[in-house]
């Protein structure tokens, strides 16, 4: 590792302490969602969730919001990038995706989405523990960044206050697309 990236390391650290194990209600806990690396049998179950989440907020059957099958593939077999789940014995309950960019160091958590009957209950920050520990032990990034809604509050308090980001600068994400 480079002698800078050990000190921008520290920039995207967050207390760990208590994030897994702590207490959650009694009837939850022997079916609490653990988490584990995305695989390719996760897949149909993300993008059932995705597409479900952007159908009801795009008004469309398959919607442009979320990523298609082979993006959840690729993600998947990268070997790089970070695809994790959080899954009981009824299946998916939330997802997080991480994209790492090698050329400019930089981790991107693209989504992070949790099962409406599991918000509240850690599974959000296990999800993010586990992706901030996989992004520091691998040595290919030296910050982490969070996109989120301009209108998500949930999201940006959780990310800032939960997590330890920081806000940074507001810009306007603009898309040109060039593949059908």
Same mark, same amino acid.
């Given at each position: 590792?480079?002698?800078?990236?050990?000190?921008?390391?520290?920039?995207?650290?967050?207390?760990?302490?208590g994030v897994r194990g702590s207490k959650i209600h009694t009837e939850k806990?022997?079916?609490?969602?653990?988490v584990s690396e995305m695989t390719k049998e996760d897949i149909d179950a993300?993008?059932?969730?995705?597409?479900?989440?952007?159908? @009801?907020?795009?008004?469309?059957?398959?919607?442009?919001?979320?990523?298609?099958?082979?993006?959840?593939?690729?993600?998947?077999?990268?070997?790089?990038?970070? @695809?994790?789940?959080?899954?009981?014995?009824?299946?998916?309950?939330?997802?997080?995706?991480?994209?790492?960019?090698?050329?400019?160091?930089?981790?991107?958590?693209?989504?992070?989405?949790?099962?409406?009957?599991?918000?509240?209950?850690?599974?959000?920050?296990?999800?993010?523990?586990?992706?901030?520990?996989?992004?520091?032990?691998?040595?290919? @990034?030296?910050?982490?960044?969070?996109?989120?809604?301009?209108?998500?509050?949930?999201?940006?308090?959780?990310?800032?206050?939960?997590?330890?980001?920081?806000?940074?600068?507001?810009?306007?994400?603009?898309?040109?697309?060039?593949?059908?």
């Open positions: 590792m480079r002698d800078d990236t050990k000190n921008n390391k520290e920039l995207f650290k967050t207390d760990l302490t806990k022997q079916n609490f969602p653990q993300v993008l059932a969730i995705g597409y479900a989440y952007f159908s @009801a907020t795009e008004n469309q059957e398959k919607p442009s919001g979320f990523w298609p099958r082979e993006t959840l593939e690729r993600w998947v077999a990268s070997g790089v990038d970070i @695809a994790l789940v959080a899954k009981n014995e009824n299946g998916v309950q939330g997802f997080i995706l991480t994209t790492i960019h090698l050329t400019n160091r930089k981790a991107e958590c693209e989504n992070i989405w949790i099962n409406p009957e599991w918000r509240g209950t850690e599974v959000a920050k296990n999800l993010m523990a586990e992706m901030i520990d996989r992004v520091h032990k691998g040595g290919s @990034a030296d910050c982490i960044v969070f996109l989120a809604e301009e209108d998500n509050e949930v999201a940006q308090n959780f990310v800032q206050k939960k997590s330890g980001f920081e806000r940074g600068k507001s810009y306007v994400w603009m898309v040109k697309r060039i593949a059908s």
